[in-house]
Antibody, heavy 121, light 107 residues
């Protein structure tokens, strides 16, 4: 079955760089059409899409955050990594990775359980 | 990028029908998707491509589209349906956009 799991630090200081890893199983990111995204959710607020990487290594970013984000993949390890620079307390959120099953339609059929990242000095 | 607008809250009694709307200028050209999120849990896909229901999602969940508005309908609402619901849309190469979410309260 398809599973995704996020990992990374629970606490980062302002101005630091956050690195999160999504480790998945049950599918391959080398399969045509397959994608993995990062989505975050500040406490009590709405979901916000951050970035997407596809099977062909094309990358797409949130317009408002693109200067701070980098997404990459390691197909052999079944991992997708997100880095976010210059972290600020407003970036405190639960960060999710999620799978897009492909076929040109960007939606998320499987999600990780999420990891809470707190930005505080 | 564009926006998707949802009502902040919807309330219904058990057994009634709940309708949650999502409006956006891009919706006539792009599919909409709906997610259910219960407290402390990850979102769950309940409707894709405007009106398709993933396997395992109860038949009481349905979706429809008309112009710039899509609607999630929950027929015969049950207490377990109380949750936040988010619409989402995207084209094949552009950004992914979520609505602001609607809190469904089952009275």
């Amino acid at each position: 079955q398809v599973t995704l799991r996020e990992s990374g630090p629970a606490l980062v200081k302002p101005t630091q760089t956050l690195t999160l890893t999504c480790t998945f199983s049950g599918f391959s990111l080398s399969t045509s059409g397959m994608c993995v995204s990062w989505v975050r959710q500040p406490p009590g607020k709405a979901l916000e899409w951050l970035a997407l990487i596809d099977w062909d290594d094309d990358k797409y970013y949130s317009t408002s955050l693109k200067t701070r984000l980098t997404i990459s993949k390691d197909t052999s390890k079944n991992q997708v990594v997100l880095t976010m620079t210059n972290m600020d307390p407003v970036d405190t959120a639960t960060y999710y990775c999620a799978r897009t099953p492909g076929a040109g339609y960007r939606y998320f059929d499987y999600w990780g359980q999420g990891t809470l990242v707190t930005v505080s000095s | 990028s564009y926006e998707l607008t949802q009502p902040p809250s919807v309330s219904v009694s058990p057994g009634q029908t709940a309708r949650i709307t999502c409006s956006g200028d891009a919706l006539p050209k792009q599919y909409a998707y709906w997610y259910q999120q219960k407290p402390g849990q990850a979102p769950v896909l309940v409707i894709y491509k405007d009106s398709e229901r993933p396997s395992g999602i109860p038949e009481r969940f349905s979706g429809s589209s008309s112009g710039t508005t899509v609607t999630l309908t929950i027929s015969g609402v049950q207490a377990e349906d109380e949750a936040d619901y988010y619409c989402q849309s995207a084209d094949s190469s552009g950004p992914v956009v979520f609505g602001g979410g609607t809190k469904l309260t089952v009275l």
